[in-house]
């Protein structure tokens, strides 16, 4: 099942850390995003900032962004699950913003190598894959490798 958002759906704000806490919180997101909750958490990184996706007025998820330089911003998804249908296109409109109003040129991201259907997900929105980085995440003790994915502003 896919669903259309069209841009007027779609709003992205940062977010305070509180409200980051609550969407950690979720039980559908504090299994499904726990590898990233244990790399990330709520960082006090001054370089980290959180994006929240509102659609139709209400919080979604959030895009956990860290600023690499002032060309590169790494980005990290949670979303609750009624919209998981949607992160396709929340994730489309996420990058048109990122890289339009927000004047990134390059986005780069790692994904765990049991999310496969990720992978292609990011493909299709047109990400590049980059490289493959073996056995260096572990999850219900067995090793995993992570997937290298990037886009750039054309």
């Known amino acids: 099942m896919r669903i259309?958002?069209?841009?007027?759906?779609?709003?992205?704000?940062?977010?305070?850390?509180?409200?980051?806490?609550?969407?950690?919180e979720n039980e559908y997101v504090k299994e499904r995003y726990r590898d990233d909750l244990d790399s990330?958490?709520?960082s006090n990184n001054d370089r980290a900032s959180y994006v929240g996706v509102y659609v139709d007025g209400v919080l979604s998820g959030m895009f956990y962004c860290i600023e690499i330089s002032s060309l590169e911003t790494e980005v990290?998804?949670?979303f609750y699950k009624?919209?998981?249908y949607m992160v396709r296109d929340i994730c489309y409109h996420f990058i048109d913003f990122m890289m339009n109003e927000n004047n990134v040129f390059r986005l780069t991201t790692f994904v765990h190598d049991?999310?496969?259907?990720?992978?292609?997900m990011l493909l299709k929105l047109g990400f590049k894959y980059e490289g493959f980085m073996n056995k260096c995440v572990i999850r219900d003790g067995?090793?995993?490798?992570?997937?290298?994915?990037?886009?750039t502003r054309s």
Do not use: S, W
């Open 82 to 84: 009624d919209y998981r």
């Open 40 to 42: 990330f958490g709520v």
């Open 76 to 78: 990290h998804l949670a």
């Open 142 to 151: 067995k090793f995993y490798g992570k997937h290298v994915m990037g886009i």
């Open 114 to 120: 049991y999310r496969r259907t990720v992978v292609n």
């Open 4 to 24: 259309t958002l069209d841009a007027g759906r779609v709003r992205f704000e940062v977010i305070p850390r509180c409200l980051v806490a609550k969407i950690y």
